[in-house]
């Protein structure tokens, strides 16, 4: 169908738009070379992840079509590498003329060609002393094994004389103890590389044999491995399969500048990989370094202006944080709020309240120091009944949360995994408190990011906290769901995957198919990290075509392509890459008013999250806070500075604006937003003070008067 993109192809879309702020000019050149790193820690993990899936299924699902696109295993894999090819002229670009604007400000990445001698014979002495005693150099050819190379390490590899076939020099770069940026001046700005040093003077590596040429490599394995079912020995086989993944088959080979066609044959071959899968770069391998030269630079014009998270204005510092929610619901809006002084305040009181029972919650992705970990530990050794489920297939987190799972149980905390084939990604927390009379009061928290105080600060997310007993009931039966292996089949408001979120958000959507046909005003929207559930899909189309509104906020996938005459003419499709990764999941079902549903939660309309994941959302019930929602989907609509639109080719331009019209950066107004918020919950408190001040005297002066007159 013209209006269905495929899936591979449209995540490569996004992370061209990722890469396009590299190039931005509105942001600070710091900033872009970051944009650049993380360009390339998204493909890394793709090629990682979905281009080795795609690499099995050509191997053993040849004939397995994608269900959009009807495109083969290999079709898709010979597209992927096309387009990735295409975009590498455009980082390499992005990096050079980066480089080249913070020469002013004494930033240099220096090449061999530009050293003065001194700093020559400096660096032939330090990769002597520094470098060379801590790597070693191996000689391959048929009569020797080639190495393991690891994943996405660099090495060096040079091509040795040989009077029989061919000979190759493998060096390691890096070793615990090196220094990757080698300072070439006191600031460290001026720098050169460890593996170019490495590559210049790997001659040296290798005395008895001509070095007849040279280059950097570094290798992608596939990580496309999984582990199902559950069972006592789970843990175990989570740590086995972290292992087993370090080890997987290779899926690229990235290697520098030019290098002898023989030579690269022979290393191919010995990886198994074909050279299909080769990319040359004439840029560093591995950008990562780029995040530190944030640290050299106090300049502020060269970053984005700081910005803290801020106290949340709907909390009082006054009364515990359970409290205020018994009495109304809160939503929070992360990075523009802050989480350590609302949830992770909750959590932290709830543990040392002896009125508390029980807490219960599902752990996705942690932050490395945890104080979600931390409160729970303590609620575990105060006595309380504390219910963790910790997902241990979270990918590149397995490991951290291993070692989480340990550490809980230890604590005397009750932990538990995901179901047998299902990962649980919902954000959920239930804390049971007694009431007076016998009674319990319950706090609900619903989120759409992880429990994570780092990524809190850099990616937009929303927590919804009610004392709705309701909401409570339902998230009792996602925990007792998740102790049994079984699936929540029936709610009373929250949405749960695998069987109660997709059907209700269909039926939603035919509500207001219902109202189109019959000549009213209707409405759906959506902000979804990515979209390619086709049932969704389809249902959306239907809309469309029976004259429902359809706005959709997709940072990252989107496999519906909008205004696709006869099908998607009502669909917008907005994609927004800024300074924080959009995170959030809104979903809106209905004009503006009390019939209007509005919901949050943790799924994106993917299949992998509607249908084969555990996934919770909740409804915005408030009037107050869906007004908020609306207003923040109003905002994010009206971006014309970090948004993009889908056009009905597939491709995303610029949202366009009009002559003298303002500049809205979304992401920045949400700033502002969280702090007027405060300043205007803090002017209002100061005016409350001063009024009782004024009456308080007031009363004085009338009770002086009285004394008077009775003298």
Same mark, same amino acid.
């Given at each position: 169908?013209?209006?269905?993109?495929?899936?591979?192809?449209?995540?490569?879309?996004?992370?061209?738009?990722?890469?396009?702020?590299?190039?931005?000019?509105?942001?600070?050149?710091?900033?872009?070379?970051?944009?650049?790193?993380?360009?390339?820690?998204?493909?890394?993990?793709?090629?990682?992840?979905?281009?080795?899936?795609?690499?099995?299924?050509?191997?053993?699902?040849?004939?397995?079509?994608?269900?959009?696109?009807?495109?083969?295993?290999?079709?898709?894999?010979?597209?992927?590498?096309?387009?990735?090819?295409?975009?590498?002229?455009?980082?390499?670009?992005?990096?050079?003329?980066?480089?080249?604007?913070?020469?002013?400000?004494?930033?240099?990445?220096?090449?061999?060609?530009?050293?003065?001698?001194?700093?020559?014979?400096?660096?032939?002495?330090?990769?002597?002393?520094?470098?060379?005693?801590?790597?070693?150099?191996?000689?391959?050819?048929?009569?020797?094994?080639?190495?393991?190379?690891?994943?996405?390490?660099?090495?060096?590899?040079?091509?040795?004389?040989?009077?029989?076939?061919?000979?190759?020099?493998?060096?390691?770069?890096?070793?615990?103890?090196?220094?990757?940026?080698?300072?070439?001046?006191?600031?460290?700005?001026?720098?050169?590389?460890?593996?170019?040093?490495?590559?210049?003077?790997?001659?040296?590596?290798?005395?008895?044999?001509?070095?007849?040429?040279?280059?950097?490599?570094?290798?992608?394995?596939?990580?496309?491995?999984?582990?199902?079912?559950?069972?006592?020995?789970?843990?175990?086989?989570?740590?086995?399969?972290?292992?087993?993944?370090?080890?997987?088959?290779?899926?690229?080979?990235?290697?520098?500048?030019?290098?002898?066609?023989?030579?690269?044959?022979?290393?191919?071959?010995?990886?198994?990989?074909?050279?299909?899968?080769?990319?040359?770069?004439?840029?560093?391998?591995?950008?990562?370094?780029?995040?530190?030269?944030?640290?050299?630079?106090?300049?502020?014009?060269?970053?984005?202006?700081?910005?803290?998270?801020?106290?949340?204005?709907?909390?009082?510092?006054?009364?515990?944080?359970?409290?205020?929610?018994?009495?109304?619901?809160?939503?929070?809006?992360?990075?523009?709020?802050?989480?350590?002084?609302?949830?992770?305040?909750?959590?932290?009181?709830?543990?040392?309240?002896?009125?508390? @029972? #029980?807490?219960?919650? *599902?752990?996705?992705? !942690?932050?490395?120091?945890? +104080?979600? $970990?931390? /409160?729970?530990?303590? %609620?575990?050794?105060?006595?309380?009944?504390?219910?963790?489920?910790?997902?241990?297939?979270?990918?590149?987190?397995?490991?951290?949360?291993?070692?989480?799972?340990?550490?809980?149980?230890?604590?005397?905390?009750?932990?538990?995994?995901?179901?047998?084939?299902?990962?649980?990604?919902?954000?959920?927390?239930?804390?049971?408190?007694?009431?007076?009379?016998?009674?319990?009061?319950?706090?609900?928290?619903?989120?759409?990011?992880?429990?994570?105080?780092? @990524? #809190?600060?850099?990616? *937009?997310?929303?927590? !919804?906290?009610?004392?709705? +007993?309701? $909401?409570? /009931?339902?998230?009792? %039966?996602?925990?007792?769901?998740?102790?049994?292996?079984?699936?929540?089949?029936?709610?009373?408001?929250?949405?749960?995957?695998?069987?109660?979120?997709?059907?209700?958000?269909?039926?939603?959507?035919?509500?207001?198919?219902?109202?189109?046909?019959?000549?009213?005003?209707?409405?759906?929207?959506?902000?979804?990290?990515?979209?390619?559930?086709?049932?969704?899909?389809?249902?959306?189309?239907?809309?469309?075509?029976?004259?429902?509104?359809?706005?959709?906020?997709?940072?990252?996938?989107?496999?519906?392509?909008?205004?696709?005459?006869?099908?998607?003419?009502?669909?917008?499709?907005?994609?927004?890459?800024?300074?924080?990764?959009?995170?959030?999941?809104?979903?809106?079902?209905?004009?503006?008013?009390?019939?209007?549903?509005?919901?949050?939660?943790?799924?994106?309309?993917?299949?992998?999250?509607?249908?084969?994941?555990?996934?919770?959302?909740?409804?915005?019930?408030?009037?107050?806070?869906?007004?908020?929602?609306?207003?923040?989907?109003?905002?994010?609509?009206?971006?014309?500075?970090?948004?993009?639109?889908?056009?009905?080719?597939?491709?995303?331009?610029?949202?366009?604006?009009?002559?003298?019209?303002?500049?809205?950066?979304?992401?920045?107004?949400?700033?502002?937003?969280?702090?007027?918020?405060?300043?205007?919950?803090?002017?209002?408190?100061?005016?409350?003070?001063?009024?009782?001040?004024?009456?308080?005297?007031?009363?004085?002066?009338?009770?002086?008067?009285?004394?008077?007159?009775?003298?």
């Amino acid at each position: 169908m013209e209006y269905l993109e495929n899936r591979e192809l449209s995540w490569l879309k996004f992370n061209k738009r990722v890469l396009e702020e590299a190039s931005a000019p509105e942001t600070p050149l710091l900033e872009r070379l970051s944009f650049s790193a993380i360009y390339q820690s998204n493909l890394d993990e793709f090629f990682m992840v979905r281009v080795g899936s795609l690499s099995d299924s050509a191997k053993n699902h040849k004939d397995r079509k994608d269900s959009k696109t009807g495109m083969t295993p290999s079709q898709q894999l010979d597209a992927v590498f096309t387009a990735v090819r295409r975009m590498q002229p455009m980082v390499e670009s992005a990096y050079r003329a980066n480089m080249q604007a913070l020469a002013p400000y004494g930033f240099e990445h220096v090449g061999f060609n530009d050293l003065t001698d001194q700093e020559r014979t400096f660096l032939e002495l330090y990769f002597k002393r520094e470098i060379k005693p801590f790597i070693s150099g191996l000689v391959v050819n048929d009569a020797l094994p080639f190495p393991f190379l690891k994943n996405k390490e660099i090495y060096a590899a040079v091509q040795l004389a040989s009077k029989k076939g061919v000979a190759i020099g493998i060096i390691p770069v890096h070793h615990d103890q090196s220094e990757r940026m080698i300072a070439l001046d006191r600031g460290g700005k001026r720098f050169i590389l460890e593996e170019e040093v490495v590559l210049h003077f790997a001659h040296l590596m290798f005395k008895s044999y001509k070095v007849l040429d040279r280059a950097l490599i570094r290798l992608t394995r596939s990580a496309a491995v999984m582990v199902s079912g559950k069972d006592t020995d789970f843990r175990e086989r989570m740590e086995e399969l972290v292992q087993k993944r370090r080890k997987l088959a290779p899926v690229r080979l990235e290697i520098s500048d030019e290098f002898s066609r023989e030579a690269l044959d022979y290393i191919c071959q010995k990886l198994k990989l074909k050279n299909v899968r080769v990319f040359t770069s004439h840029i560093p391998l591995d950008l990562s370094y780029l995040y530190a030269l944030q640290e050299l630079s106090a300049d502020q014009k060269l970053h984005y202006a700081a910005r803290q998270p801020k106290k949340p204005a709907a909390l009082s510092d006054t009364k515990s944080v359970f409290s205020q929610v018994k009495a109304k619901d809160i939503l929070l809006s992360f990075p523009f709020e802050s989480i350590n002084m609302s949830f992770i305040r909750l959590l932290q009181e709830s543990a040392s309240d002896p009125k508390v @029972t #029980s807490i219960k919650i *599902t752990l996705y992705r !942690l932050a490395r120091n945890s +104080k979600v $970990i931390d /409160a729970l530990c303590t %609620a575990a050794e105060n006595g309380k009944e504390v219910l963790v489920m910790i997902e241990l297939r979270a990918r590149f987190d397995e490991e951290n949360n291993i070692e989480w799972s340990k550490h809980l149980q230890q604590a005397g905390v009750k932990v538990i995994y995901g179901p047998k084939d299902y990962k649980a990604h919902s954000k959920l927390l239930l804390i049971t408190r007694k009431a007076p009379g016998g009674n319990f009061d319950y706090v609900t928290q619903i989120g759409t990011g992880n429990y994570n105080e780092k @990524t #809190s600060t850099i990616y *937009t997310d929303l927590m !919804l906290m009610t004392a709705d +007993k309701e $909401i409570a /009931a339902d998230a009792e %039966a996602v925990f007792d769901s998740l102790l049994s292996g079984t699936f929540v089949e029936h709610t009373n408001k929250l949405l749960v995957s695998p069987l109660a979120l997709r059907p209700q958000v269909l039926e939603m959507i035919d509500e207001q198919i219902s109202i189109a046909r019959n000549g009213g005003e209707a409405y759906v929207a959506a902000k979804v990290n990515g979209l390619s559930d086709k049932t969704v899909i389809n249902k959306l189309v239907e809309a469309s075509q029976a004259g429902v509104r359809v706005e959709l906020v997709v940072r990252g996938i989107c496999c519906l392509v909008p205004g696709v005459e006869g099908y998607t003419d009502n669909i917008t499709v907005r994609s927004i890459v800024g300074r924080f990764l959009e995170h959030s999941r809104i979903f809106i079902f209905g004009k503006d008013g009390r019939e209007q549903k509005i919901y949050i939660g943790s799924a994106d309309y993917m299949s992998r999250n509607t249908i084969r994941r555990v996934e919770v959302a909740a409804p915005i019930e408030d009037e107050k806070l869906k007004k908020r929602v609306r207003e923040m989907f109003r905002v994010l609509m009206n971006d014309n500075v970090k948004a993009r639109v889908m056009l009905s080719d597939g491709s995303y331009v610029h949202v366009s604006r009009n002559d003298g019209e303002p500049l809205l950066n979304s992401q920045e107004f949400f700033c502002d937003e969280a702090e007027k918020r405060l300043t205007d919950k803090q002017a209002k408190q100061e005016t409350m003070r001063l009024n009782r001040e004024k009456r308080t005297a007031g009363k004085k002066t009338v009770t002086k008067r009285s004394t008077r007159k009775k003298k």
